[in-house]
């Protein structure tokens, strides 16, 4: 029989014990590993728990400076856009950033202010580009605008003359609709609705006189999608079932000349008519002469109004009535012409007032008279269906 030598068995049990340790090392190592893993694993999710927690959206918040807007960033975003913080935000998260610009700027971020200095030249131009290509308007919010005044020229003969024209200084917008009218004088407090532009929007004051100037616009980026877009078309656009609607620079007592736009009334919910009416006597003022010697209001409606005149679609004493109108002037609104002022109603949708004033204002020599050329300042109210 064959006798296994004494060495080679130890060598064998010597094996054995090794195979086993590395067999127990590698087991654990595995269960660490796996464990270690998890660990690793929970202790992630944890933290991208919290960052998603302080996600914010870069919605409009409320400065800290009085009528200014900003936009909800972090302060390192606001930071790198070149904004400045004005309050928080997100609940403390983020920061209100607010951004304006001057002469020679240029935006791609909603709401920045467009704002004059002391040191402002002419011309002065600021571009406005989109921000994304889902955006369809660009709305500006004149908090503060006063520049010169219109010509108030009057040349005591018939022929036309330059009154209401903005000669002195001047603001124009670029759109890529309808073009916006000229503005100058006191328009604080309006309204402009632009069509955003591919290749950037532009506005820019000028001016020949070195006189007072001031302005400050809140410039807004409207995307095609938002619910409070506004019907393509409009320049100002007013909502809710009551409201007041001027035309441009009716404190500075005159209308302006070569205007051509359309305001639009959104219809509230179950309501079906609309009402005008002058705020008071003398808030109504568009064409027709008066003679000089013995001033008297009268209104006109139709085919009488050719120069300078407002228009409501089917504009009669009732909604709906079958008399009715499309144009009022006159030194009085009317549905039927008159010396007594009257309330305008209409049914038509959507509804709107257009506004139609040439480029001149013409007087009367003989017998001396003068065209009413202050424009107009009206209430609306929206009658429910």
């Known amino acids: ?64 400076t009085s009528n200014t807007y900003g936009v909800c960033y972090t302060a390192t975003e606001c930071a790198s856009l070149g904004g400045s913080t004005s309050g928080s935000c997100a609940s403390g998260f983020g920061v209100c950033c607010t951004f304006s610009g001057g002469c020679g700027g240029t935006t791609s971020l909603n709401n920045t202010y467009f704002k004059s200095s002391t040191s402002d030249s002419s011309p002065c131009s600021f571009s406005v580009c989109k921000a994304s290509t889902d955006i369809c308007q660009i709305r500006l919010d004149f908090d503060t605008f006063d520049i010169m005044q219109p010509s108030t020229n009057v040349d005591g003969d018939d022929n036309p003359n330059t009154r209401t024209q903005c000669q002195m200084a001047f603001f124009t917008a670029s759109s890529d609709g309808p073009s916006a009218p000229i503005l100058c004088g006191t328009n604080s407090g309006y309204h402009m609705i632009l069509m955003a532009k591919d290749e950037c929007n532009d506005l820019t004051f000028i001016w020949t006189r070195e006189t007072t100037r001031s302005w400050n616009i809140q410039i807004s980026q409207i995307e095609c999608s938002a619910s409070y877009k506004a019907p393509d078309g409009c320049l100002q656009y007013f909502t809710g079932t009551t409201g007041y609607i001027y035309s441009y620079n009716y404190a500075g007592s005159y209308h302006l000349a070569n205007q051509q736009y359309t305001n639009c009334i959104r219809t509230e919910q179950g309501y079906c008519s609309i009402a005008y009416t002058a705020v008071s006597t003398t808030s109504f003022q568009i064409s027709l002469i008066t003679p000089t010697a013995s001033p008297a209001s009268i209104g006109a409606v139709g085919d009488s109004c050719t120069q300078d005149f407002i228009i409501v679609p089917g504009g009669g004493q009732t909604a709906g009535a079958t008399t009715n109108y499309d144009r009022f002037c006159g030194s009085l609104l009317v549905h039927t012409a008159g010396s007594t002022g009257q309330t305008i109603k209409a049914k038509k949708m959507p509804f709107q007032v257009g506004v139609n004033f040439d480029s001149t204002e013409l007087d009367e020599d003989n017998p001396a008279g003068t065209e009413w050329s202050k424009g107009f300042y009206l209430y609306y109210t929206q009658t429910a269906c």
């Open 1 to 64: 029989f064959y006798k296994r030598p004494t060495n080679e068995v130890t060598l064998n049990m010597e094996s054995r014990s090794l195979v086993n340790v590395l067999y127990w090392t590698f087991l654990i190592l595995g269960v660490l590993t796996y464990a270690t893993g998890q660990s690793v694993n929970i202790r992630n999710d944890k933290l991208l728990n919290v960052f998603n927690i302080v996600k914010f959206p870069n919605d409009v918040c409320n400065s800290t």
